[in-house]
Structures are given as C-alpha cells and as structure tokens.
Nanobody
Framework: QVQLVESGGGLVQAGGSLRLSCAAS????????MNWYRQAPGKQRILVAT???????TYADSVKGRFTVSRDNAKNTMYLQMNSLKPEDTAVYYC??????????????WGQGTQVTVSS
C-alpha cells in the first residue's frame, strides 16, 4: 500500500505561515486525488483542500485565499502552504491519498498527522 508521512507542523503566532508536506511512498501505485484534512480538539475531521493528479484544486471556505495546496508528482509529495494563520486553524492536519494498485483496485490511506498550533 501507499505510505504517507506528513511533516512541517509546529507552533506559530497568528498571522504567520507554515508549510506542510506529505510524502507518499510505495512502488507500482497510481495516486489520484490527494487531500488535506484537519481535526481540532473535540471536533470532527474536516476536508481542507484537495488536489487532483492533474493539479485541479478545491478548498474549504474557511481557508480560501490563505492556503495553497500543490503537489510534485515526480516526488510523490503534496504540500500545503498556510499563510495568515489564525488561532482557529489550530488542529492536527492529516494527509489522505486515493490510489490505484497495479491490479486496478482503488484504496484510500492516511498519514499519521502533524500538529499545527497557532497562538493569538
């Protein structure tokens, strides 16, 4: 299966920036959509941004204009550039990928998450 590893989280002051990375590993797989989700304490996990294999992107209304998702297909890596961070962006951020196996089966997998904390 495809393994996903996030990095880049941390503590930042409101108005600051962070860049998250999600590296996918595994041979013979074709990765389709990749997504960033986040889960704040006591709340449900929500979709933040999606990027297709062709580079089309969608965003949650709460992050539009502040976050930018991108991917480097050659490196099997997705990024989330987060600018103008707010305390309400504090959450664990998870990478998710949908991929197809060499036999054509479609699966989803998740990373372990990376903590983002924005102080006011």
């Amino acid at each position: 299966q495809v393994q996903l590893v996030e990095s880049g989280g941390g503590l930042v002051q409101a108005g600051g920036s962070l860049r998250l990375s999600c590296a996918a590993s595994g041979s013979g797989f074709s990765i389709n959509d990749m997504n960033w989700y986040r889960q704040a304490p006591g709340k449900q996990r929500i979709l933040v941004a999606t990027i297709s294999s062709s580079g089309s992107t969608t965003y949650a209304d709460s992050v539009k204009g502040r976050f930018t998702v991108s991917r480097d297909n050659a490196k099997n890596t997705m990024y989330l550039q987060m600018n103008s961070l707010k305390p309400e962006d504090t959450a664990v951020y998870y990478c998710n990928a949908r991929y197809r196996t060499p036999l054509g089966y479609l699966y989803d997998n998740w990373g372990q998450g990376t903590q983002v904390t924005v102080s006011s």
